[in-house]
């Protein structure tokens, strides 16, 4: 198995409701990437888990929520949000996790197709 | 934060010519990878070129770098409709164990 799934593709919520988002990889990776996505704008990272431990979060707002239950499963937590979060929210996993300096080539990121998050 | 700067932010071409993207960087890295993705879909990864090499192929696509100048560049030849696509490049630092994407660059190849 050499995806990463996403779900749900679409969500819509307001902004007092709560809903998470999901992602699920079996390739055995140990690092696991939240990014963030505006139209015509480069992914933007949010969170990076690393054998199941956060390692970063860029400043992200607290109305996001990471969780990693397990090496294969990562979820993103969302409550309160604002329009403006309205976004391709993209998972992501890669080989090795943070800390090791590692071969060249292993840091590729193995995509999912995204979850489209409208807030109304 | 974003590394790398890429142009053209879009670029427009008939199939069956070359397409050629530029990237510039502005911290040493570790390599230096290249993106594609499809509107509203995932990125999939497409080609990594590493701090010591200067030239790499694969299949249609030609990337090179120069990290004197910290640019890197990826043609794409004999370009296809099924071509069209945002291109990112991205940089893994010296540890090599964190990306930063480009701004990218949209590619849209006429029929």
């Known amino acids: 198995d050499t995806e990463v799934t996403q779900t749900p593709k679409h969500l819509v919520m307001g902004m007092t409701n709560k809903k998470s988002l999901k992602c699920e990889q079996h390739?055995?990776?140990?690092?696991m990437y939240w990014y963030k996505q505006k139209a015509k704008k480069p992914p933007e990272l949010m969170f990076v888990y690393s054998y199941e431990k956060l390692s970063i979060n860029e400043s992200v707002p607290s109305r996001f929520s990471p969780e990693c239950p397990n090496s294969s499963l990562l979820n993103l937590h969302l409550h309160a949000l604002q329009p403006e979060d309205s976004a391709l929210y993209l998972c992501a996993s890669s080989q090795v996790g943070l800390g090791n300096r590692v071969f060249s080539g292993a840091n590729v990121l193995t995509f999912g197709a995204g979850s489209r998050l409208t807030v109304l | 934060s974003q590394q790398g700067e890429e142009d053209p932010q879009a670029l427009s071409i008939q199939e069956g010519e070359n397409a050629t993207m530029n990237c510039s960087y502005k911290t040493s890295i570790n390599n230096l990878q290249w993106y594609r993705q499809n509107s509203g879909r995932g990125l999939v990864h497409l080609i990594l070129i590493r701090s010591n090499e200067r030239e790499k192929h694969s299949g249609r696509l030609r990337v090179t770098l120069d990290t004197s100048k910290k640019s890197s560049s990826l043609l794409i030849t004999a370009s296809r409709a099924a071509d069209t696509a945002s291109y990112f490049c991205?940089?893994?630092?010296?540890?090599?164990?964190?990306?930063?994407f480009g701004g990218g660059t949209r590619l849209m190849v006429k029929p």
């Open positions: 991205a940089t893994a630092n010296n540890a090599g164990n964190m990306l930063t």
């Open positions: 390739m055995g990776h140990r690092a």
